[in-house]
Structures are given as C-alpha cells and as structure tokens.
C-alpha cells in the first residue's frame, strides 16, 4: 500500500516568508508526527497528534511554528516568519497508534535564503 | 532529558568484512530502541527494535543487536556485509509508558567498499 507522503519535495523560499508542508499519512493511522533533520544531525521531534489533536508539541521551536490535523488524515506543518535556521528536511511519520512502529515520509526540504 | 549517542559518525569497511555501530543511551525511564536505515535517496525505515524479552534482536537482511541494560548500549552488528548496506543508520530510543516522541542519535554513515 502507500506509504507516508510529503509535498513539496523541496521548497526554497526568502527570508522572512510563510510557508506550508503537508503530510498525507498512511490510510486508518491516527497518529502522526513531525521531525526536523538540520545538516549532519538525526531527526529531532516536533509535535504529536492523535486524531484531530496535538497531543504533545513540546518539540516546537518557538511560536512561528504551528500545525494542524484538522480531519485527523492530512497534516499542515506552518512556518512564519521563516529565517535561514529554518533551513532543514522536515519528516513526517504516521502510526497504528501510541506506542507503535513509526513510518517515515520522504522529507520535505526547505531553503531558506 | 534522554540522549543517544553513536560513537562513529562515519565507518567505512570492505565488502564481507564485520561491522559494527555502536550506540550508547542516557534516560530516566525504561525505553524501547530502534535502528533506522537511511538508503541513499530513501526515506527512514525501521530495521530492528527491541521491545522487550530477548534482547538480542535480528534484522530480516542479517543485522542485529543487542540490548545491554548495565552498560545502557544497543550496538547493531552484522558478520558480513554487503555493498547494498551502504547506508546511514540510526540508534532510536523512545520512552516506554506514554512517550510517543523518537530521541535520535546523529546517525552513523556505513560505507561498503568493494
């Protein structure tokens, strides 16, 4: 079956704008989760949903960052305000449920310049 | 706080030789670990992880890895490896009891060389 999808691939946008990453996870899973990988380090946790809600965003950066899950499938990862330090690949994984097997997405790489 | 480390960032080995990876953990609470295997071009894939019970656990392409509580490591290993495991590999740890966030470490670049 298909697996976790993100879109875009890659994203290069300019100091100072918003951007959009979407997560379509795995059909019947109910828990997904962002990670962000910065160059040369593994993936460090962002936020938790399950269902509709954020379960845990204790991995948010600070308030430029926001997400949501609104139908509890697709996912929304929002940056404001986007500044170099931004610039990673963004992950996303879905699961069966708490505590289970994690499967990750592609990533999507944002630029910013 | 939970951290994993991985003591090679890098491991170059030729083909059929052993290798292994090491990782060491850090936390407070009971975990379950993982690796994960980053093919070049792919996304993450879970490869072993160790819940509970034995804790020498074996991957389907011949890895594996075991669980050491007293010196809190999960070192990956395998007798012979093959150019197709080139690849990087991650040490994962999760908190066992509610904890739904993976702690990774940095990864550890496993080339095989002819």
């Known amino acids: 079956g298909a697996g976790v999808s993100q879109t875009p691939s890659n994203k290069v946008t300019e100091k100072g704008k918003y951007v959009e990453l979407r997560c379509d996870p795995i059909s019947g899973h109910t828990a997904l989760y962002w990670y962000r990988q910065s160059l040369g380090q593994g993936p460090e946790f962002l936020i938790y949903f399950q269902g509709t809600g954020a379960a845990d965003d204790s991995g948010l950066p600070n308030d430029r960052f926001f997400a949501v899950r609104p139908e509890g499938s697709v996912s929304t990862l929002k940056i404001q305000r986007t500044e170099r330090g931004d610039s990673a690949v963004y992950l996303c994984?879905?699961?069966?449920?708490?505590?289970?097997?994690?499967?990750f997405g592609p990533g999507t790489r944002l630029l910013v310049l | 706080a939970q951290s994993v480390t991985q003591l090679d960032s890098q491991v170059p080995v030729f083909e059929e030789a052993p290798v292994e990876l090491r990782c060491n953990y850090s936390?407070?609470?009971?975990?379950?670990l993982f690796w994960y295997v980053q093919y070049p071009n792919q996304g993450l894939q879970l490869l072993l992880k160790y819940l509970s019970g034995s804790t020498l656990v074996e991957s389907i392409n011949g890895f594996e890895a075991e669980f050491n509580k007293s010196q809190t490591s999960f070192h990956l290993r395998k007798p012979s490896v093959h150019i197709s495991d080139t690849a990087e590999y991650f040490c994962v740890l999760q908190g066992q009891g509610g904890s739904e966030k993976l702690v990774f470490g940095k990864g550890t670049k496993l080339t095989v060389n002819p």
């Open positions: 994984a879905s699961s069966t449920g708490a505590q289970e097997t994690q499967y």
């Open positions: 936390s407070s609470v009971s975990v379950y």
